[in-house]
């Protein structure tokens, strides 16, 4: 399977534990995004990478929440002293061309996080 | 600032009766419009998308937009629904690098 892939699936943790998801691109693309979707929204952005590159991240939710990609692959999202606020499903989504604004995302299946 | 709406928050029908999703846009240059589809617990799927071009564009599992200028609109529609259609349903523009989303249309189809 050559989709996106997201890691763990599912995470329960106690609320004040750190918590980090991690996503695998289609290999070829360039750019990778972190959304996070509540109940009855749709996604909202979080931040995104062109290669190992974090172009914008001022829309990360807090300082609590970090992300990185450090060889351009894979991407870490990590969240510290997790809240009951942060309970979502966080999806990741990569685009395949670096110089095209278009913006068609091609999502993994997301990871729910449960914040108790 | 680029947003959308979608004005309905959920649509009943039938299966066979046909369908039409609303969406509007702001943005102030030409728009790359998308329709999504997510079904509960996975991620979403993309059915179809405008850049440029003819203003009726074809997409995936039946459905079909049309690109509005005058309207802002890029309303989703299908001619016959199936009940595996039930979904949610996002639009979305891009055109920035960040695409943005709106807040989605829960389809719910009656047998």
């Known amino acids: 399977d050559t989709g996106v892939s997201q890691d763990p699936r599912h995470k329960i943790t106690k609320r004040g534990q750190n918590v980090t998801f991690r996503c695998d691109p289609i290999?070829?693309?360039?750019?990778l995004y972190w959304y996070r979707q509540t109940l009855g929204q749709g996604p909202e952005f979080l931040t995104y990478?062109?290669?190992?590159?974090?172009?914008?991240k001022s829309r990360l939710l807090s300082d609590r929440f970090s992300a990185e990609r450090p060889k351009g692959s894979f991407s870490t999202l990590e969240i510290q002293r997790t809240e009951q606020g942060d309970s979502a499903m966080y999806l990741c989504?990569?685009?395949?061309?670096?110089?095209?604004?278009?913006?068609?995302?091609?999502f993994g299946e997301g990871s729910r996080l449960t914040v108790l | 600032a680029q947003s959308v709406t979608q004005p309905d928050i959920h649509i009943t029908v039938s299966e066979g009766a046909s369908l039409e999703l609303r969406c509007n846009y702001s943005?102030?240059?030409?728009?790359?419009l998308f329709w999504y589809v997510q079904s509960p617990g996975q991620g979403l799927q993309l059915l179809l998308k405008?850049?440029?071009?003819?203003?009726l564009v074809q997409g995936i599992k039946g459905f079909e937009a049309e690109f509005k200028r005058s309207q802002s609109s890029f309303n989703l529609r299908k001619p016959s629904v199936h009940w595996s259609d039930a979904a949610e349903y996002f639009c979305?523009?891009?055109?920035?690098?960040?695409?943005?989303f709106g807040r989605g249309t829960s389809l719910i189809v009656h047998p």
């Open positions: 989504a990569s685009s395949p061309l670096a110089g095209d604004p278009t913006g068609e995302l091609f």
């Open positions: 979305a523009s891009g055109g920035s690098y960040i695409p943005t």
């Open positions: 990478f062109q290669n190992e590159a974090q172009l914008e």
């Open positions: 405008y850049f440029s071009g003819d203003t």
């Open positions: 290999s070829e693309h360039n750019r």
């Open positions: 943005y102030g240059a030409t728009p790359y």
